[in-house]
């Protein structure tokens, strides 16, 4: 059985998910979806949350140079948490 795929129309990455916003094939019902970030870069099935058709949508990768900037402000938190426990 042939799947379709759910068009991606934007995405947004988050530190703890993957936030997307798709398009159904069969419907052309518009939803926001959000997924774990461990799930970045697979082909996922689910449904539809409005005519309930399963359908594969394709999650994008995020880019290297933003995760480089989002392990770099991880850090930066990290040492200012460090800072703020030694004063109190």
């Given at each position: 059985?042939?799947?379709?795929?759910?068009?991606?129309?934007?995405?947004?990455?988050?530190?703890?998910?993957?936030e997307?916003?798709?398009?159904?094939?069969k419907?052309?019902?518009?939803?926001?979806?959000?997924?774990?970030?461990?799930?970045?870069?697979?082909?996922?099935?689910?449904?539809?949350?409005?005519?309930?058709?399963?359908?594969?949508?394709?999650l994008?990768y995020?880019q290297?140079?933003?995760?480089?900037?989002?392990?770099g402000?991880?850090?930066?938190?990290?040492?200012?948490?460090?800072?703020?426990?030694?004063d109190?």
């Amino acid at each position: 059985m042939t799947r379709n795929l759910y068009i991606l129309e934007s995405h947004k990455f988050t530190n703890d998910n993957v936030e997307g916003t798709f398009v159904c094939p069969k419907c052309d019902g518009v939803f926001i979806k959000d997924f774990p970030l461990d799930l970045e870069g697979q082909i996922i099935e689910f449904k539809c949350p409005v005519c309930r058709s399963s359908n594969e949508a394709d999650l994008p990768y995020k880019q290297i140079d933003k995760r480089e900037h989002l392990e770099g402000d991880i850090m930066d938190i990290e040492e200012e948490e460090e800072g703020f426990n030694d004063d109190y």
